[in-house]
Structures are given as C-alpha cells and as structure tokens.
C-alpha cells in the first residue's frame, strides 16, 4: 500500500534533527512541517528573506507583506528574522543550511535532478531551486514514484537539469533510496513502504539501484 | 532637510528618466514589496522595448503583468514567472525574450553590479542550461560557473518607510530584492508608504541609507495584494 503525501511527508520528518535549518519546497514539502517531532527544534528558512517560518495564519489574520517563498500567507516566530534576497542566498550558497526538502519531475541514478522545465511546454522557471541543491548540505527529494504512469528514477534525466549529481535521498510514496555524491557507491533502495514489494518498486523504476534493505 | 528628493507622484518622478529600450529593475517577489505605483506610471508613459530585471513577472492586471499586457517588455530577466499565463503565451510564441536565471544568482548579480563587482563565481546552474556559453572554472576541486553583475538604467523600489534623506527601511517579506535593487539603479526611485523627517529613523534600523536613492515618491495606504491567501482553522493547535 503506498504512502499518503501526508505519509511521505513523516518518512521526510525522520531526517530532521534538532537545531536545524531547513528549507521546504512547494508542494508536497511543504508538508513536512505538519510533523516535526515534538520538542525538535527546527528554524525554517523562506528564501524570499525569512527565517523562522510559522504555520499559516488564522483567517483574517493574513499580511499581505508576510509570504513565504510559494507566495502563501504565513506568520512569524519568536525566532524570526528578515533580510534581503542576497542575505538569503548567502544563506542557502554558503552552505549554512542543513537540509533542503524538494519536489522533482526527473531524478537519475547518479542523483542528477531535473525539476524546473519542459521544453515547448511548461517554461515557469527555476526559482531558487537551483541554488538549494548546489549549496544546502543535504538534499532530499520528495516526489511520486510514478508520473502519469511513467518512472521518475531514470538511468539520466531527459529533461533539462536544475543540478548535477546534488541528490542525498529520494523518498517516493514507494520507497527510501540514498545516492552517493561524493563517491561511487551509487543508488540503493533502504526502504519500502509498507505493503510495496520490491518487484512493485524494481517495474517502476528505470534506474538501476543496490538492493540494501 | 530639503525636498529635493521628493516628488509629487510618480509621473513627476519618473519624469527624464524613460526612454525607449531602456534597462529598467523592479523589486518585489511576486506581488509582496513590488513599486506598484511607479510601474504603473510607466505603462502611462509608454516606454516600449523595456528590458526588465525582476524576480517575477506580476500577475495578469497588476504590477509588472500590466506592461506585458501593454506589449512594453521586450526582455524578462526573472528566476520564476509561473504566475502570470501571459508571460507564457508570450514566451512560448516568441514574442518575448526571457533570460531565466536562478533566484541566488539574479540577487548576488544585482547586488555585485551596485556594489562595482564586474563578475563573480558560483557552483548554481553548473552543469544546466544556465551555465552553457558561460566561462566554468574549478576552485578546491569544484567547478563554478562565471555570472556578470547587473545594474539597470533606473531601478524601481518599494519600501515601508523613507526619510528625506532617502534612508530606507522595509517591513517582512515585502524587503526581497528592493535593498539589492537600490543600490544598482544609476537612478534609484522610490515609492514608500511612510514618509518622516530625517532623525526619525533610528539609524541603526536603515536598511538602504541614503546615498543609494535619488528620487522619492510618498504614496500613502497603498493597495497590498495576496496571491495565495492560505489559513489554518482555529482549533488546531499550531
């Protein structure tokens, strides 16, 4: 049975620790913040210049000069602090950032990802997807396995890339794989969602990957 | 103090400053912290063949979304334009020019240009289609590619409040790209909600001083626009 978005999201919340930074894509990313263990403390960073990111407000409560990076109304923290946009990617450039959460069209199995285009389509842009996964320290991506019935986890992406070989971890509503940027050991299945086999996960998926459950 | 960086309204502050086939920066992202009020007045004016650095594009009907519309942007220099359908309509019939560039890289470009840094390096958009054509070279083992500072004929910005010296300080979110932009305008103007005697700002709290802004328009109570106006119920507990 795979997982729920909402399943996906806690499966990403184990990787948090205390004390982090951490920044939270659009979309199902987002969700992560629904889960963060209790008593874990967790700076969430928007890169439209905030730190310390709060949950939504209440209805009539929303500041039209308080957005996050998907451009929703939110609210501050005890904790929170504004700065520029080059503040912000100081921030997520010079690697001050632990973990980066974030969706994906494509990922490869050498942990290319391509998340920002398709060509004669759908030209929205990169955003600051680009910045995070050249410069956060952990990158993981949070995605469906599938796409219209088609595999995501490719031998190589045949979209155009948004990072070269800048992927730590892939959790799909299927399963948990690490790649290995800096060495060789390339991709590996750790983990099934409950009730997924692991013929399920190897026909919906075109990559090749190390069995290490 | 006097008024000489004040100006009645936002035609009278753009005024000598347009020209056609100008390089214009508009801070904001997405419709929060954007110079409403001066890029409307540019639509007034009818400049064409605008090249626009901007985070975004607005969207359809407001802020930068009114000079697509109007056919004045020739070419978008933006990380993110999903917003606005007409920029895609545009885009992908060709009519318009876009040069996309990632979020920390258009900021750190826009901060080197007013800051008199020519180029710099960086590892985003190595390996994509934003490094191709662009010099790469390795530093430590890793490779970066070379990205150009940016300035612009006049830079657009919005800020909380100004004194009349020009000092500036933002409120939230709505700061983004406006302290960067300010300083890489060969003019800078201004529209600000709240306008004070120089002494009132505590001067540890400006964001922008002075020397970096040239012209000043007060437009008080301005309209604000929420793009996504996204709530939580009342009974959870947060």
């Known amino acids: ?213 | 103090m006097s008024d000489r960086k004040i100006y009645a309204d936002a035609t009278a502050a753009l005024d000598g400053l347009l020209t056609d086939g100008m390089t214009l920066m508009s801070g904001g992202f997405g419709l929060c912290g954007i110079p409403e009020t001066l890029i409307d007045a540019v639509k007034d004016a009818g400049t064409t063949g605008l090249t626009v650095i901007s985070n975004n594009a607005g969207v359809d009907g407001i802020g930068l979304g009114v000079l697509l519309e109007s056919k004045q942007i020739s070419t978008m220099v933006s990380s993110y334009v999903g917003e606005n359908k007409l920029f895609a309509e545009q885009y992908l019939a060709g009519d318009l020019d876009v040069v996309f560039t990632p979020q920390g890289t258009l900021s750190e470009q826009i901060r080197a240009g007013g800051a008199g840094i020519p180029a710099f390096y960086t590892k985003t958009g190595v390996g994509t289609l934003v490094s191709e054509g662009k010099e790469v070279k390795n530093f430590d083992g890793e490779d970066y590619v070379m990205e150009r500072g940016l300035t612009a004929d006049v830079a657009l910005v919005h800020a909380y409040m100004a004194d009349k010296e020009g000092n500036l300080v933002f409120r939230k979110t709505a700061r983004n790209f406006n302290p960067m932009m300010a300083t890489a305008g060969r003019i800078t103007v201004a529209e600000v909600e709240h306008l004070v005697e120089p002494g009132e700002i505590d001067p540890d709290h400006i964001v922008v001083p002075g020397i970096f802004v040239q012209r000043i328009v007060h437009v008080r109570n301005p309209v604000k626009h929420i793009e996504q106006r996204t709530t939580r119920p009342r009974n959870q507990v947060a």
């Not at chain 1, 451009?71 to 602090?81: A, D, G, H, R, Y």
Request: charged share 20%; net charge negative; aromatic share 6%.
């Open chain 1, 1 to 213: 049975m795979a997982w729920t978005r909402d399943q996906m999201a806690q499966r990403a919340a184990r990787e948090l620790e205390d004390g982090f930074y951490v920044n939270l894509g659009i979309g199902i990313p987002t969700l992560v913040s629904n889960f963060i263990p209790d008593g874990m403390e967790i700076q969430l960073q928007s890169e439209n210049g905030m730190l310390g990111m709060g949950p939504f407000p209440y209805e009539g409560e929303e500041d039209a000069d308080l957005i996050n990076a998907g451009k929703q109304t939110v609210t501050e923290l005890p904790t929170t602090s504004y700065f520029s946009n080059a503040d912000s990617f100081a921030m997520v450039r010079g690697g001050h950032i632990n973990l980066s959460i974030l969706g994906a069209m494509q990922v490869a199995e050498n942990g290319d990802l391509a998340n920002w285009m398709i060509p004669g389509k759908m030209v929205k842009g990169m955003g600051g997807a680009m910045d995070l996964v050249a410069g956060v320290k952990k990158v993981i991506v949070l995605m469906e396995h599938t796409a219209r019935g088609e595999p995501k986890l490719l031998e190589t992406c045949n979209l155009p890339l948004t990072g070269k070989n800048v992927i730590d971890m892939v959790i799909s509503d299927l399963a948990v794989f690490t790649f290995d940027r800096s060495g060789s050991a390339g991709m590996k299945l750790i983990e099934l969602a409950d009730g997924v086999t692991l013929e399920e996960v190897q026909e919906k998926t075109e990559a090749s990957f190390e069995v290490a459950l």
